[in-house]
């Protein structure tokens, strides 16, 4: 069955990074698109960034352009992503999904990791 398995959340301070991982298994993840989308306390399902199977396109929200990036190891068949230039306003479970579809800013995914908790102090 499809796994996904978030990591690296935590506690940072505004302007600080983290670095999230997702590890897959249970499909053939170099075949498939896969995003990070995040959840905020009180609100809904937001997107956050996409990434095509090969690497060839990637798609930001626009709160997460120019600070995060989102990358793949089809080898690891892991999922990344590098988020600089945190804000408290990026304070929120963060999940790997695959599987998604958006409708502006929401998101809905077939398949949900468990998610992983950041954490951005002022």
């Known amino acids: 069955q499809v796994q996904l398995v978030e990591s690296g959340g935590g506690l940072a301070q505004s302007g600080g990074s983290l670095r999230l991982s997702c590890d897959a298994s249970g499909f053939t993840f170099s075949n498939n698109a896969m995003w990070w989308a995040r959840q905020a306390p009180g609100k809904g399902y937001e997107w956050v960034s996409g990434i095509d199977s090969d690497s060839t396109e990637t798609k930001y929200a626009d709160f997460a352009k120019g600070r995060f990036t989102i990358s793949r190891d089809n080898a690891r068949n892991t999922l990344y992503l590098q988020m600089n230039n945190l804000k408290p306003e990026d304070t929120a479970l963060y999940y790997c999904?695959?599987?998604?579809?958006?409708?502006?800013?929401?998101?809905?995914?077939?398949?949900w990791g468990q998610g992983t908790q950041v954490t951005v102090s002022s």
């Open positions: 999904a695959k599987g998604c579809k958006t409708v502006g800013r929401s998101v809905v995914c077939d398949y």
